[in-house]
Every structure is written in structure tokens, then in C-alpha cells.
């Protein structure tokens, strides 16, 4: 009897289980949201500019940072601890032409320098004896060479042999060789004193009096502090318009006065990225400094064919969106010329519509709706 009952409750249960999950299953079903239907994108309405291509006279905006046209870097060829000149070597200090820049020790050099002139005479005064035997009409020359040789001075240039048989002696006594090693040893000895070879101003220094300078070291930059040189691009359709000595007036940013720079140099090479070469202009202002940005514009009155918009249409990879069948594309176009904050492009046929705003996340095929142009 109670075997019956178990078995009963427990079907009861199992039916109660199967009826609960199918209702659970159907609530939950209940609780998804339908599926969204695709609605359209709405139109973006946007401003315009039409393209009409014509022919544009504009002159070259040119802007640049100034170079000094006469610098150098100021390098040792030799090692040797600096010395304390008439003049520190230290950013803002002048030297005239021929003054000296920088002083290594040179002592150990210079000695060794007149122990091989005293050498040197020692084997010369044994060769002259042979010379005034076998070739008396040279020996006055040669002995006049040697009475004038000062071991303290720079090696005179030796007396001219015309003689064959001379110069075969000579070579033995190994006269040619001694010679050209102290040449070699005087032009080494120069390279301890450093001469300004013009009037100009130390602008980075970076070595101190009584440290040692290794060879190789750069110990600062010498310039003109007059003679200046601006490097600008052009569009390359506009070179051949520029001629070598045209004259440009320059401002400083922020300043009214005017400088005046010549086009010395024009640059054979192309930029192939912006499709512009180089010309650099040549002013020379005492009241002007090497890093300053000066801007003006270059007087061509030059010709171009396009479409004038401002800069900011054009992407990064050369491109304009247009308004095609109401949908936004991208065309590509080419920068015949840059001024300013304005471009002149060509590639884009009469009629194009160009969109005339910044458009953020733009998808090519979204529709468009023009407003404006």
C-alpha cells in the first residue's frame, strides 16, 4: 500500500516539473525584445563649394626658419688639454677674423716636432760634404739651406735638383723622406690652434678651459651672425617662374618691419610628397637671429589652372569628399599650389560639388543632402 503511493506522488511531481518548465520557458521567451527593423540613415545636410576651374594669378606665400649662411662646427683633430685664451670660448663671445678660437697644449707635439728638424739637419750637414765632391755646382745652394735651418722655425722648402744622379743621392740618404714627415708633423703641430676664419660669435659651446679634449670632440658651433639664409618650398609648376636675385620682402611673426632677402639658390630636387622644391633667400640683418621664423610673399603674379578651397578640406592621403547622387565620396585631387591657409587643387571636373565642412566619421556612400554652396 505505501509502495503505491510513493509511486503515485512521484508521477504527480514529474507532471508538476514538465508543466512549470514549459510555463517558465514561455515567460522568458516573452521577456526578449523583437527584432529591430533596419531603418534608413538620415541625410546629413552639408555646405558646398561647386568646382569651376579656371585660371588663378597668385604670388608664392612662403614662410621658413632662418639659417646662419656661414657656420661650422668646431671639431679637435688632436687631443690635448684646452688652455685659457685672450677670449672664452663660451656661447655670445665674438671673434674677428684671425683671432684664435681655441688653444690646445701643444707641447709635447712642438718638441717632438724639433727633435726631428734637428735630425733632420744632422743627416743633411753628413750628406754635404759628398754634395760640394761630386756636385759643386749645387753645393752653395744646399749650404745656404742648411746655414739658414732653424730647428725653433717651420722647414724651408728644399732647393730645386735638376740633377738625376742628386736626387738619387738624396733619396738614399733618405733626405725626401725625413722632409715630408716633418711637413706631415708641422700640419699636425697646426691643428692645436683653431683661427676664426671670419667675424662671427660662438653659439653653443661645450668644452671648459683646462678639460682635456679628446680628438674627434666636438667643442661648439661658430657662425655669422649677419649673413642669413631662409629655406622655403615653392610647387614645382611654379619654379622655372623664379629666377635667381629676384628680391622678396620678409617680416618676423608679430613684428610690421620689413626685411628685404634675395633668391640666391634654387633646389634641382622635388619633394615627392608635397610636390615642392627649395629656394633659399639670402638677407643679411644684424638685428635678426639664427632659429627665427620670418614669412612674406614671393611677387610671381604667376598663373595656375584649379580650384581654390581652403586647406582644411583636404585629407591626409590627398583626397576631398565630393557629393555624388546624394551619397559622400572621396575623389582625388592634386595641390597645384599652396598659400596660406588656402590650396589650389585641379583633378575635379566643372560642376563637382565639394563638401565645404569638416565632416567627423564620414563613411563614403552615407547620404548626403546640400544645403548650401
Do not use: C
Amino acid at each position: 500500500m505505501k509502495k503505491v503511493t510513493v509511486r503515485r506522488i512521484s508521477t504527480i511531481a514529474a507532471i508538476v516539473l514538465l508543466i512549470g518548465g514549459y510555463l517558465l520557458k514561455n515567460y522568458l521567451g516573452s521577456l526578449k525584445e523583437p527584432p529591430r527593423q533596419k531603418q534608413d540613415l538620415a541625410a546629413q545636410k552639408v555646405e558646398t563649394i561647386t568646382v569651376q576651374n579656371q585660371l588663378l594669378e597668385t604670388d608664392i606665400y612662403l614662410t621658413g626658419r632662418i639659417q646662419s649662411s656661414n657656420k661650422f662646427d668646431v671639431y679637435s683633430e688632436v687631443t690635448g688639454r684646452l688652455l685659457s685664451g685672450t677670449k672664452p670660448f663660451k656661447e655670445g663671445v665674438s671673434f674677428n677674423r684671425g683671432q684664435v678660437l681655441v688653444q690646445l697644449d701643444n707641447t709635447d707635439a712642438r718638441l717632438a716636432l724639433v727633435a726631428q728638424r734637428s735630425s733632420f739637419l744632422s743627416n743633411l750637414s753628413q750628406v754635404l760634404p759628398q754634395i760640394k765632391l761630386d756636385y759643386n755646382s749645387d753645393f752653395n745652394k744646399w749650404q745656404e739651406f742648411i746655414l739658414n735651418f732653424d730647428p725653433e722655425k717651420s722647414i724651408s722648402p728644399l732647393p730645386e735638383v735638376s740633377n738625376a744622379q742628386l736626387k738619387n743621392l738624396l733619396v738614399a740618404r733618405n733626405v725626401y723622406n725625413l722632409y715630408y714627415s716633418i711637413k706631415s708633423a708641422e700640419a699636425q703641430l697646426s691643428k692645436y690652434t683653431i683661427i676664426a676664419p671670419f667675424n662671427g660669435v660662438i653659439s653653443t659651446a661645450n668644452i671648459n678651459p683646462n678639460t682635456l679634449i679628446r680628438s674627434g670632440q666636438l667643442m661648439g658651433t661658430f657662425l655669422d651672425p649677419n649673413s642669413f639664409e631662409l629655406e622655403a618650398g615653392i610647387p614645382v609648376v611654379l619654379v622655372d617662374k623664379v629666377k635667381i636675385g629676384t628680391v622678396i620682402e620678409l617680416e618676423v611673426r608679430g613684428e610690421d618691419k620689413k626685411r628685404r632677402g634675395v633668391v640666391r639658390r634654387i633646389s634641382q630636387n622635388v619633394d615627392p610628397g608635397t610636390q615642392t622644391a627649395k629656394i633659399y633667400i639670402e638677407m643679411k640683418y644684424p638685428d635678426l637671429y639664427e632659429g627665427m621664423y620670418l614669412s612674406g610673399t614671393l611677387p610671381l603674379k604667376a598663373k595656375v589652372e584649379g580650384v581654390k578651397i581652403p586647406g582644411n578640406l583636404l585629407q591626409s592621403d590627398q583626397t576631398v569628399y565630393i557629393v555624388e547622387d546624394g551619397l559622400i565620396r572621396k575623389k582625388a585631387v592634386h595641390v597645384v599650389f599652396v598659400e596660406n591657409e588656402e590650396l589650389i587643387i585641379s583633378g575635379l571636373e566643372n560642376g563637382t560639388e565639394i563638401i565645404n565642412q569638416s565632416l567627423t566619421g564620414a563613411v563614403e556612400g552615407n547620404p548626403v543632402e546640400i544645403v548650401g554652396s
